[in-house]
C-alpha cells in the first residue's frame, strides 16, 4: 500500500509531493480469499488485516511515515475489500472495488459510521506566503532573520551616540540659553560686531569640551 500528498510550493515547502509505502506478506487464506474474489466464485469482502495507517507524519520532507506510537499495539488497521462487478446493456462487464475500514477512527465526524477510511495526518505548521522563503530553513532560519533584523535596528539607534552625548546630556544649560538669548537681543538692537564676538565664543563653547564641563555645572557648584 502506498501513499502520496501534494504541497503548494509557493508557501515555503521544500519538496512538492511527500510519499511512503508500507508491505506486507498476505497469508495463505488471504490470498485464496482474493483469488476467488477475482474469480466471481466469492462475494464476500475480503479483510486485509495490519494494512492501514490512520496516523500519518508529513513534514516538509520527502517522506510521509506512519506514526506507528498513535495505533494500539503499533499495529495497523484492518482493509475490507469488496469486488463489485456489473454489465451494462451491451454486455460490456464494469468492475471496480470498494475499501471500507474495519474500526472507525477515533474522532467522531458524524453520528452515524460510514464506508470508507478515516486517514489522520500530522503536517508542519503553514507560514504566510510572505514568509515563504524563510520557512524552508525552518524555525533556526526565522530566528536567525529575526534577531540580525532587530539587531540591526539596535545598532543603527545607538551608532553615532558618543558624539552627541556630549551635547544632549547637559546637567545645567541655563548659562548656553542665557547666552544665545542675549546673541538674538544684540542682533535686535542692531550691535553686529558685538554679535558676532558672542556668537564666535558660544562656538568655541562647543568646540572645548572643557569650557563646556565648566559652563554646564550646577550653579551650586
Not at 23 to 51: A, C, F, Q, R, Y
Not at 142 to 151: K, P, R
Amino acid at each position: 500500500m502506498s501513499w502520496s500528498f501534494l504541497r503548494n510550493m509557493s508557501l515555503g515547502a521544500k519538496v512538492e509531493t511527500a510519499s511512503q509505502k508500507h508491505i506486507i506478506h498476505l497469508s495463505e487464506e488471504s490470498k485464496e480469499d482474493l483469488i476467488s474474489l477475482l474469480n466471481g466464485t466469492n462475494h464476500n469482502p475480503v479483510v486485509i488485516e495490519k494494512l492501514f495507517p490512520r496516523y500519518i507524519q508529513a513534514r516538509s520532507g520527502s517522506e510521509a511515515n506512519p506514526i506507528v506510537k498513535l495505533h494500539k499495539d503499533g499495529k495497523f488497521e484492518s482493509l475490507e475489500l469488496k469486488l463489485n462487478r456489473t454489465t451494462n446493456g451491451l454486455n460490456d462487464t464494469q468492475q471496480w472495488w470498494i475499501v471500507n475500514q474495519t474500526q472507525p477512527g477515533k474522532i467522531k465526524l458524524t453520528k452515524d459510521h460510514k464506508a470508507g477510511l478515516e486517514l489522520y495526518v500530522f503536517s508542519d505548521q503553514v507560514s504566510p506566503p510572505s514568509l515563504g522563503f524563510l520557512a524552508g530553513y525552518g524555525i533556526m532560519g526565522l530566528y536567525a532573520s529575526v534577531v540580525l533584523v532587530i539587531g540591526k535596528f539596535v545598532r543603527e539607534f545607538f551608532s553615532g551616540i558618543h558624539h552627541t552625548i556630549m551635547f544632549e546630556e547637559l546637567p545645567f544649560v541655563d548659562r548656553i540659553l542665557k547666552l544665545c538669548t542675549d546673541i538674538f537681543l544684540v542682533r535686535e538692537t542692531g550691535e553686529l560686531d558685538l554679535e558676532e564676538d558672542m556668537y564666535a565664543k558660544l562656538i568655541f563653547l562647543y568646540r572645548s569640551p572643557e569650557t563646556m564641563i565648566k559652563w554646564t555645572r550646577d550653579k551650586n557648584q
